[in-house]
Each structure stands twice: as structure tokens, then as C-alpha cells.
T-cell receptor, first 112, second 114 residues
Framework: AAGVIQSPRHLIKEKRETATLKCYPI?????VYWYQQGPGQDPQFLIS???????DKGSIPDRFSAQQFSDYHSELNMSSLELGDSALYFC???????????FGEGSRLTVL | KNQVEQSPQSLIILEGKNCTLQ??????????LRWYKQDTGRGPVSLTI?????NTKSNGRYTATLDADTKQSSLHITASQLSDSASYIC?????????????FGTGTRLTIIP
């Protein structure tokens, strides 16, 4: 069965550069969530989308933005990258009927 | 096969009743286990974190248990309220020589009806 696909799996950037992470939810899932997990930390909720509209916002820096497109995939855009942005970024999607959550494998961003 | 299995997948109970959600994991070496409550479209809220040496931990009407030998955890909700309707996610952290990884369960969708 198809799972949540995140790309790229690994990304290396330098300070002040821009990075874009992509998330492809499971077909028919209408809600997408983004999480950030720093080294040795628990995941922090960033932002979520329901039916292409932002549904909730967590501790997402102003330098970050995200959107969900008509095909329900989502992109997390990070600008003016800082060393502290180095983390594992998870995406999850949920099924509309059951609310069951499925997480992607994560995208590991390293900022040098 | 998911290494963190939650059951039941969904549960509907009457307001005021108690319920217990289960989380079984196979990942190792175990570092800690956390239960989250997540409303649809909202960010998760951490309910409790269990380390290897802890068997029981309570947070208001929520009580989590952990049996590290059998690799099982449960989340017991007492006197359920309508606001308890949400997905409850079990997340297991493993730590191996400085490498850490989180494995997420698929959650239990709890619906409380009046």
C-alpha cells in the first residue's frame, strides 16, 4: 500500500540558503501535518492543512512557509536557513473517515 | 509491518465511560514512549512520557502504563468527556549509540458520544 512520501530524504544546505521539502500524502487523505524534530528532541508541530487550507499553526518560524496544493501534496519552504534549522522534518497525513495517522520517513535537513 | 502497533484502530464510547488504548512495540533499544492527543487538523499535544524505569504515570484523567518487558503500553482515560474525541498516537524513541529514531503508531481514533 502507498505510504506518505517525503522528498528529499536528505538535504544539505548552507546558512542563509533556501530549502523546500515536499510531502505526498496517501491518496484520499485530506489532512497533512508537518513536524520538526531537532537532535535529541521530541517532534514539534509546525503546521497543518485540511483541504488545502491551513488548519493549525504551531511553532513554525516566520522564515518558514507551507502550502497544500490542489493534488493535496504539501511543500514546506524554509528561507534564510540557520544552523538551528538542522533537523528531521516529518510529514503525516490522516484518513478522512478514521482519522488514522500515517507518517512519512522524514526529510533530514543539515545546515552547514 | 509497523513496529509500533496501536489498538483498537477506532473506538466509540459514551460520555462518562472509561476506556483503554493499547500500544505494542517491537523496536529497540527503547529510550522512551510518549502518548500524544491530536485533534483532526491540529497539532499534537503531549499527554505523558514514559521511560524504561516507569510503570505508571498519570496526567489528570489520563493514566499511562508501561511494561518494558512485554513492550506494551496503555493509555487509560477515566470519565471521558466530549473533548476527548481525538486521535491518540503512541511514539516510541529508540536510542542506539547516539543515533535516535522515532517510530510512530498509526493512532487510535477515539470518539466520545453524548
Amino acid at each position: 500500500a502507498a505510504g506518505v512520501i517525503q522528498s528529499p530524504r536528505h538535504l544539505i544546505k548552507e546558512k542563509r540558503e533556501t530549502a523546500t521539502l515536499k510531502c505526498y500524502p496517501i491518496p484520499r487523505h485530506d489532512t497533512v501535518y508537518w513536524y520538526q524534530q531537532g537532535p535529541g528532541q521530541d517532534p514539534q508541530f509546525l503546521i497543518s492543512f485540511y483541504e488545502k487550507m491551513q488548519s493549525d499553526k504551531g511553532s513554525i518560524p516566520d522564515r518558514f512557509s507551507a502550502q497544500q496544493f490542489s493534488d493535496y501534496h504539501s511543500e514546506l519552504n524554509m528561507s534564510s536557513l540557520e544552523l538551528g534549522d538542522s533537523a528531521l522534518y516529518f510529514c503525516a497525513s490522516s484518513a478522512p473517515e478514521s482519522g488514522e495517522l500515517f507518517f512519512g520517513e522524514g526529510s533530514r535537513l543539515t545546515v552547514l | 509491518k509497523n513496529q509500533v502497533e496501536q489498538s483498537p484502530q477506532s473506538l466509540i464510547i459514551l460520555e462518562g465511560k472509561n476506556c483503554t488504548l493499547q500500544c505494542n512495540y517491537t523496536v529497540s533499544p527503547f529510550s522512551n514512549l510518549r502518548w500524544y492527543k491530536q485533534d483532526t487538523g491540529r497539532g499534537p499535544v503531549s499527554l505523558t512520557i514514559m521511560t524504561f524505569s516507569e510503570n505508571t504515570k498519570s496526567n489528570g484523567r489520563y493514566t499511562a502504563t508501561l511494561d518494558a518487558d512485554t513492550k506494551q503500553s496503555s493509555l487509560h482515560i477515566t470519565a471521558s468527556q466530549l473533548s476527548d474525541s481525538a486521535s491518540y498516537i503512541c511514539v516510541v524513541r529508540i536510542s542506539n549509540f547516539g543515533n535516535e529514531k522515532l517510530t510512530f503508531g498509526t493512532g487510535t481514533r477515539l470518539t466520545i458520544i453524548p
